[in-house]
């Protein structure tokens, strides 16, 4: 598949558990944060994002956790559904403001 | 509306050869990015368009390079593939390219493998 090669972080959750997907940013200066979806042959998919004045934010099912402090960022999944399962990306964008850097993704699977 | 649109969807090349991909962003977005995708780097920036304009580009060599029309189509083109040139090439595009300003509309790439 696409991540041969890659050994992905993979969490494993059960069907109508929540999910916490982490990720660590790089740059103290980023000033936005999104994390994208990316199923099976297709492309990253927007999900939610943050700006870094906020800590948190909500949106259907999943919630963005930002801790500058220590440049962590956590999605939260409530809730999972088998249509969750992908791999997920969190991007930071950093001051040039025309590229963002992405992280190495986490694969989340789904079980019944 | 129609989203990114990106062709090929697969190619297969052999090592010395050039490619070149195209992207077709949504209608009325103005930027267009590139990025590599390998399962050893994950996603990697390769080059920004906007009004037919390079501003913004990432850590390639220059056998990457790419260009945009006029409509705002954009094409990449990779000259003399070497075999870590496999990968999955993903256009982005967005109202103006500014990544804190809106979200990033990615196609669903062209995949290529060079043997």
């Known amino acids: 598949g696409e991540s041969v090669g890659l050994h992905l972080p993979t969490l494993s959750v059960q069907e109508g558990d929540n999910s916490i997907i982490n990720c660590a940013y790089s740059?103290?200066?980023?000033?936005?944060f999104i994390w994208y979806k990316q199923e099976s042959g297709k492309g990253p998919q927007f999900i939610i994002d943050i700006r870094s004045n906020m800590d948190k934010r909500q949106g259907q099912r999943v919630t963005v956790l930002l801790n500058k402090t220590v440049k962590h960022l956590s999605l939260q999944i409530a809730a999972t559904q088998p249509g969750d399962s992908a791999v997920y990306f969190c991007?930071?964008?950093?001051?040039?403001?025309?590229?963002?850097?992405f992280g190495k993704g986490t694969s989340l699977l789904v079980t019944p | 509306k129609a989203g990114v649109t990106q062709t090929p969807r697969y190619l297969i090349k052999t090592r010395g050869q050039q490619v070149t991909l195209s992207c077709s962003p949504i209608s009325g977005h103005r930027s267009v990015s590139w990025y590599q995708q390998t399962p050893g780097q994950g996603l990697q920036f390769l080059f920004e368009?906007?009004?037919?304009?390079?501003?913004n580009k990432g850590n390639f060599p220059g056998r990457f390079s790419g260009r945009q029309f006029s409509n705002s189509r954009s094409e990449m083109n990779v000259s003399t593939l070497e075999l870590g040139d496999s990968a999955l090439y993903l256009c982005?595009?967005?109202?103006?390219?500014?990544?804190?300003?809106?979200?990033?509309?990615f196609g669903e790439g062209s995949r290529l493998t060079v043997l």
């Open positions: 982005a595009s967005s109202l103006d390219g500014r990544t804190a300003t809106g979200e990033l509309f």
């Open positions: 368009y906007f009004s037919e304009t390079q501003r």
């Open positions: 740059n103290s200066a980023s000033d936005y």
């Open positions: 991007a930071e964008n950093p001051p040039s403001g025309y590229a963002l850097n």
